[in-house]
């Protein structure tokens, strides 16, 4: 079986493991665990930020930002789809007591008139807005990567409102290796990233920011039951699955090649469209009359296990434990499938 539902289902290297038992402990909530000091003031440095927090998991990172940039009543203005506003279970209405405000995107990239206009809006009538959060990359559109210029320009304006931007980075270094900008912290408030999407480590994320803030943030982990003792058992993955990072372009070419195929020769009038935007995705979308569970199911029996995003859209993701070697199999038994369909 394939598993091509996430890159969260990948299992960590031998290599990996072995790091854990390796690893230099402390008591991390005496900041004296050297393991996981190491990985932050590391991760620290590579996106320009002060400081870095090690924490559970991207929910944790986005919504101790959250906590942090807002005060109960105001708002954040994100993409509609975003995952900080619709995957999260409501954490930002529990914890912060903020609301959104979608803001219009094209693949994540938002419009900063219409940012601005909302701005300015929000004034009189309307709630106060504190934050802007963007997603990079851009799960709903199909992992895009957002463009550095637009990250400037986006933070160019958060400034000049005296407005907060976060990132919400789950899968940052695909944007990363692909553009090659990472100095994140010289325009960006604060920012999170998975060690447990592409990286390939089982758990954790890294969240950035200003010593002021990571000093507050780490207060917030405590409240959130996010305090750990030796932790660098974690972190110490975390870290080895990070110096492999890029490999992570060795899953957009896999992608690529599965799609480049199935735009040649795929020929169902039941679906819509194949997409790919450039990193480890791809979306089949069937068309309105269609059910896509039907379609998933007949994935599975041939060995391909996929899952849906959105109504009619299903997502192949490409990772880690999928060889090169497979993508020719892949590839035919997702034809195969679709003739089936």
Same mark, same amino acid.
């Given at each position: 079986?394939?598993?091509?539902?996430?890159?969260?289902?990948?299992?960590?290297?031998?290599?990996?493991?072995?790091?854990?038992?390796?690893?230099?402990?402390?008591? !991390?909530?005496?900041?004296?665990?050297?393991?996981?000091?190491?990985?932050?003031?590391?991760?620290?440095?590579?996106?320009?930020?002060?400081?870095?927090?090690?924490?559970?998991?991207?929910?944790? @990172?986005?919504?101790?930002?959250?906590?942090?940039?807002?005060?109960?009543?105001? *708002?954040?203005?994100?993409?509609?789809?975003?995952?900080?506003?619709?995957?999260?279970?409501?954490?930002?209405?529990?914890?912060?007591?903020?609301?959104?405000? %979608?803001?219009?995107? /094209?693949?994540?990239?938002?419009?900063?008139?219409?940012?601005?206009?909302?701005i300015l809006k929000?004034?009189?009538?309307?709630?106060?807005?504190?934050?802007?959060?963007?997603?990079?990359?851009?799960?709903?559109?199909? @992992?895009?990567?957002?463009?550095?210029?637009?990250?400037?320009?986006?933070? !160019?304006?958060?400034?000049?409102?005296?407005? =907060?931007l976060h990132v919400?980075?789950?899968?940052?270094?695909?944007? #990363?290796?692909? %553009?090659?900008?990472?100095?994140?912290? !010289?325009?960006?408030?604060?920012?999170?990233?998975?060690?447990?999407?592409?990286?390939?480590?089982? /758990?954790?994320?890294?969240?950035?920011?200003?010593? *002021?803030? #990571? =000093?507050?943030? $780490?207060?917030?982990?405590? =409240?959130?039951?996010?305090?750990? $003792?030796?932790?660098?058992?974690?972190?110490?993955?975390?870290?080895?699955?990070? *110096?492999? $990072?890029?490999?992570?372009?060795?899953?957009?070419?896999?992608?690529?090649?599965?799609?480049?195929?199935?735009? #040649?020769?795929?020929?169902?009038?039941?679906?819509?469209?194949?997409?790919?935007?450039?990193?480890?995705? /791809?979306?089949i979308n069937v068309?309105? *009359?269609?059910?896509?569970?039907?379609?998933?199911?007949?994935?599975?029996?041939?060995?391909?296990?996929? @899952?849906?995003?959105?109504?009619?859209?299903?997502?192949?993701?490409?990772?880690?434990?999928?060889?090169?070697?497979?993508?020719? %199999?892949?590839?035919?038994?997702?034809?195969?499938?679709?003739?089936?369909?």
């Amino acid at each position: 079986m394939y598993d091509l539902r996430s890159d969260t289902v990948t299992k960590p290297s031998k290599e990996v493991i072995q790091s854990a038992l390796d690893a230099e402990l402390g008591d !991390d909530e005496y900041i004296e665990d050297p393991t996981v000091n190491n990985l932050e003031n590391h991760c620290a440095e590579l996106l320009s930020f002060e400081k870095g927090l090690f924490v559970s998991s991207g929910l944790m @990172g986005n919504q101790v930002s959250l906590l942090i940039h807002n005060e109960p009543g105001t *708002e954040v203005i994100t993409p509609h789809d975003s995952h900080i506003k619709n995957y999260e279970h409501g954490a930002a209405a529990f914890l912060s007591r903020v609301q959104f405000r %979608d803001a219009q995107n /094209i693949d994540g990239e938002v419009d900063l008139e219409f940012i601005e206009k909302l701005i300015l809006k929000s004034k009189i009538h309307k709630p106060q807005i504190k934050t802007i959060s963007i997603e990079n990359t851009h799960l709903a559109s199909g @992992g895009s990567v957002v463009s550095f210029d637009s990250i400037k320009s986006l933070s !160019d304006l958060s400034r000049r409102h005296d407005l =907060k931007l976060h990132v919400d980075g789950a899968r940052i270094w695909h944007a #990363i290796l692909e %553009d090659n900008n990472k100095n994140y912290g !010289d325009y960006c408030d604060s920012l999170t990233f998975c060690f447990s999407k592409a990286l390939g480590a089982p /758990i954790g994320s890294m969240l950035l920011g200003s010593k *002021e803030f #990571i =000093k507050e943030a $780490r207060e917030y982990r405590k =409240k959130l039951g996010g305090g750990m $003792r030796q932790v660098g058992v974690i972190a110490s993955m975390a870290s080895k699955a990070l *110096e492999n $990072r890029e490999c992570i372009l060795e899953d957009h070419v896999k992608a690529k090649k599965v799609y480049d195929f199935l735009v #040649i020769n795929l020929n169902n009038e039941k679906i819509e469209s194949v997409v790919y935007k450039g990193t480890n995705m /791809i979306f089949i979308n069937v068309i309105s *009359e269609e059910d896509p569970n039907k379609l998933l199911d007949i994935f599975y029996k041939n060995s391909i296990n996929a @899952g849906l995003i959105g109504d009619k859209s299903i997502r192949l993701v490409l990772h880690k434990d999928i060889s090169s070697d497979d993508i020719d %199999d892949i590839s035919n038994r997702l034809l195969h499938s679709s003739s089936e369909f």
